[in-house]
């Protein structure tokens, strides 16, 4: 049973470059969310996404950032133009139906890293 | 706004022996709390939850946590910690219908 998949595992880009993080959520699960992981700041939610509509982006940071959602099975975070402080961890989580009782379950994380 | 809170940055504790993972709360209505594990360079694994019922909460890996709604606490537990088990540990409860909000984690380290 696959579980959430992220690519690329890692990215190292410079500064100014557009990047673009990539989530493909549990097949029938309806929510969708957005997280960053950093040692400074823990982790941060910045995106939900419910049947495939942004709920809440007030996590995120910037105008430099935007996320999509354009069917089911596919998420993408982009981040235009990217800053050293944009280095992170980002994790893509999802669950099924039940709201909020129900698990998020993680990928595995997009390390990102903007020299 | 509901928040969790873990006191501990770290646990040492000697393989074999058990396993305690503190983590307290603070909710305006019935709490919903999690746990999740996240080992290096993965993404955090669930562990188990409380909704409602029981107060001891039985999960994954031999882990278990129980509910103290008079000490506003949600304390994971494991009878006989595993080296395997050393990680980075996150309670979260539910804020609003669908946010979850994680406290700082606590590192787990397990010696042989």
């Known amino acids: 049973d696959a579980g959430v998949i992220q690519s690329p595992r890692h990215e190292v880009t410079e500064m100014g470059q557009e990047v673009t993080l990539r989530c493909k959520p549990i097949s029938g699960h309806n929510s969708l969310f957005w997280y960053r992981q950093t040692m400074m700041r823990g982790l941060e939610l910045l995106i939900y996404f419910n049947n495939n509509v942004p709920i809440d982006d007030s996590g995120m940071p910037e105008d430099r950032f935007s996320a999509k959602m354009p069917n089911a099975s596919f998420s993408t975070l982009k981040i235009q133009p990217s800053e050293p402080r944009d280095s992170a961890v980002y994790f893509c989580a999802s669950s099924g139906t039940g709201g909020g009782n129900q698990p998020q379950h993680f990928g595995d994380g997009t390390r990102l890293s903007i020299l | 706004a509901q928040s969790v809170a873990q006191p501990e940055d770290q646990v040492n504790v000697a393989e074999g022996n058990p396993l305690t993972v503190k983590c307290t709360y603070s909710?305006?209505?019935?709490?919903?709390l999690f746990w999740y594990v996240q080992y290096p360079n993965r993404g955090l694994q669930f562990l188990l939850k409380y909704i409602t019922g029981d107060n001891l909460v039985k999960g994954s890996y031999g882990f278990e946590a129980e509910f103290n709604k008079s000490q506003t606490s949600f304390h994971l537990k494991k009878p006989s910690a595993l080296v395997s088990d050393s990680a980075l540990y996150f309670c979260a409860v539910r804020d609003d219908d669908y946010k979850l909000s994680f406290g700082a984690g606590t590192t787990v380290t397990v010696r042989a």
């Open positions: 909710v305006s209505g019935n709490p919903y």
